[in-house]
């Protein structure tokens, strides 16, 4: 059986793009796949490292996973610091990753700029605690939306640098993996970027978001003039609507909406409009959910202790047979 794998960082509510990037996936190939589904506490550390509240943040996450509809009876469910396994395998793929990769990285480059104080190795090497995240369960399928692309060629490169290194074909190569085939970039509302904890609170729908909330968000979404000519491409802006439509919206609405901006009739304000509903009526659903798991802190520690108890026993078996090859002793 394939083994499919993913992540998220704990330093916020889950958005639609994590949803539609991620998590979606895995709700659908779970039953499947052998699944192993994260929650990447010491990578938020490159970006948070005194976080205020991370065993909350953890919880709530690991709600939300299970509110979209993870099941941990079929899926392992685990928090990345319950299983230093991955920490030992960053270690042996850092002495074979070079700096000069690591700096070309887009996010590195990106990461510097938003934060030119706190420029750390964690965020330097984020790429290679990622791939031992992958490589710890040898996974062959990484849901993950656009913006990981190439953290995970990246994965490839480190395994396949580690099989030539020690002369064997331990490491197999993960693919990234979307059900529509293009691995996806929710937009944020803002008209430029992705959706995403950094873009800010107004330009991002969070699972947990009230309707009144997503409202005032999609109201204040950026549009342009509108359009002049019949069948005019769309501006950035514009088409990310669009873009957010084709995923919580039905096909006859989009249809609707894209004919009526073809023949320069449409009014942006009947888009949000509507745009805001079929958003609402995805996420609310989601939040009752969401509210409910929270509340149940018995059942939440008790799927904690079987992911950790399910990620080590996969992840231990690799990491000796890892120090084996390389020529330590095992455990
Ligand atoms: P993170 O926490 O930034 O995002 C989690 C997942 O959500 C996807 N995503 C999006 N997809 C489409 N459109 C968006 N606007 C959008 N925003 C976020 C991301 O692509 C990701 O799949 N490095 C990872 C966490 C991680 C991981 C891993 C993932 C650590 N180790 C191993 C896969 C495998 C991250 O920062 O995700």
Excluded: W
Excluded at 150 to 177: C, D, I, K, S, V
Excluded at 324 to 329: A, L, M, S
């Amino acid at each position: 059986m394939k083994t499919v794998l993913s992540g998220i960082r704990p330093t916020g509510n889950l958005h639609l793009g994590n949803y539609f990037g991620a998590l979606r996936n895995f709700v659908e190939m779970q039953h499947e796949y052998n699944c192993y589904f994260f929650i990447a506490d010491l990578h938020s550390l490159t970006t948070h490292p005194t976080p205020e509240n991370i065993q909350g943040n953890v919880k709530s996450v690991l709600a939300q996973y299970l509110a979209a509809g993870l099941d941990p009876e079929k899926a392992t469910i685990y928090i990345q610091s319950d299983v230093p396994e991955v920490i030992e395998l960053y270690l042996y793929l850092n002495m074979n990753a070079y700096i000069g990769e690591l700096e070309r990285c887009a996010s590195f480059k990106d990461k510097i700029r938003l934060q030119p104080q706190n420029v750390n190795a964690g965020l330097l090497t984020y790429p290679t605690l990622m791939a031992a995240d992958i490589l710890i369960h040898k996974a062959d399928f990484v849901p993950v939306g656009k913006d990981q692309e190439q953290h995970l060629e990246m994965a490839r490169t480190f395994g396949n640098r580690f099989n030539r290194m020690y002369n064997n074909e331990y490491f197999t190569e993960p693919q990234a993996f979307n059900f529509g085939k293009e691995l996806i970039k929710i937009p944020a509302l803002n008209g430029a970027g992705k959706m995403g904890k950094s873009e800010g609170d107004d330009s991002t729908i969070f699972l947990t978001d009230k309707p009144e909330v997503i409202l005032k968000k999609v109201k204040r979404a950026v549009t342009d003039s509108g359009p002049t000519v019949p069948n005019q491409p769309m501006t950035e802006p514009i088409a990310n609507l669009f873009q957010l439509m084709s995923v919580v919206s039905k096909p006859e609405t989009i249809e609707f909406f894209r004919n009526s901006y073809n023949d320069c009739s449409i009014r942006y304000g009947d888009l949000k409009k509507q745009l805001a509903e079929d958003m609402i009526q995805f996420v609310n659903p989601l939040r009752e959910k969401i509210e409910e798991v929270m509340s149940n802190e018995k059942y939440l520690s008790q799927v904690t202790e079987m992911g950790k108890e399910k990620a080590k026993a996969s992840a231990s078996k690799t990491i000796n047979e890892v120090r084996e090859i390389i020529g330590f002793r095992k455990y």
